[in-house]
């Protein structure tokens, strides 16, 4: 499997459901960043959390990470239909010289009105 | 504040053809990124500028690709010649001088198609 795999690979809930998106990765990182791109746009930052940080807070936004399992998890509450994008967790993993990204293929998430 | 920008936003081009991408980074931003994303694959990772120095260029495919950032401004990023998996989406973003390894501000992409 790829550094920073998301699953599931699709998801479809109501408005006003919670939805969650997990990723999982291969190596030591130093922090991992979750990214939401809307059809035919660029990458939006959301949240970043370091390597030594549990779990991230923003808006409707909650962030977990796992190194003992390699694992992320990004939870949206209370969905609303302009959250349908496509969601992608990245990971740090580079040394000290160079800041490269490694994306996973990213979650499809549709949220029905 | 501007953001990223790239252009064009979309180029088609025939097989052996050239094409010369473009991104414009935000103000004051050093690094400059080049990412990919071909059809139904994840984004990976091409080259990392710090100003107009090759920080890490560990993602280039091959020798078709050559990007510069003279001035260490905008960035172009040319393939010479195209072939048909050259296809897909081209991100650029950039990033403060140490920016505490952290947000990337990712352009809108150029989505590149070769026939």
């Known amino acids: 499997s790829q550094q920073g795999e998301e699953d599931p690979q699709a998801l479809s809930i109501q408005e006003g459901e919670n939805a969650t998106m997990n990723c999982s990765y291969k190596?030591?990182?130093?922090?991992l960043q979750w990214y939401r791109q809307n059809s035919g746009r660029g990458l939006v930052h959301l949240i970043l959390i370091r390597s030594n940080e549990r779990e991230k807070h923003s808006g409707r936004l909650r962030v977990t990470l796992d190194t003992s399992k390699k694992s992320s998890s990004l939870l949206i509450t209370a969905s609303r239909a302009a959250d349908t994008a496509s969601y992608f967790c990245a990971t740090d993993a580079s040394g000290a010289g160079s800041y490269q990204l490694t994306f996973g293929k990213g979650t499809k998430l549709s949220v029905i009105p | 504040e501007a953001g990223v920008t790239q252009f064009p936003s979309h180029s088609v081009i025939e097989k052996g053809q050239t094409v010369t991408l473009r991104c414009d980074p935000i103000s004051g931003h050093d690094n400059l990124y080049w990412y990919r994303r071909v059809m139904g694959k994840e984004i990976k990772f091409l080259l990392h500028?710090?100003?107009?120095?090759?920080?890490?260029e560990s993602g280039m495919p091959n020798n078709r690709f050559l990007a510069e950032r003279t001035g260490g401004t905008y960035s172009t990023l040319k393939v010479q010649p195209a072939e048909l998996e050259d296809s897909g989406v081209y991100f650029c973003?950039?990033?403060?001088?140490?920016?505490?390894?952290?947000?990337?501000?990712f352009g809108p992409g150029t989505r590149l198609t070769v026939t």
């Open positions: 190596t030591s990182i130093n922090n």
């Open positions: 500028f710090v100003k107009e120095s090759k920080q890490d």
């Open positions: 973003a950039s990033s403060p001088h140490r920016p505490t390894r952290g947000e990337q501000y």
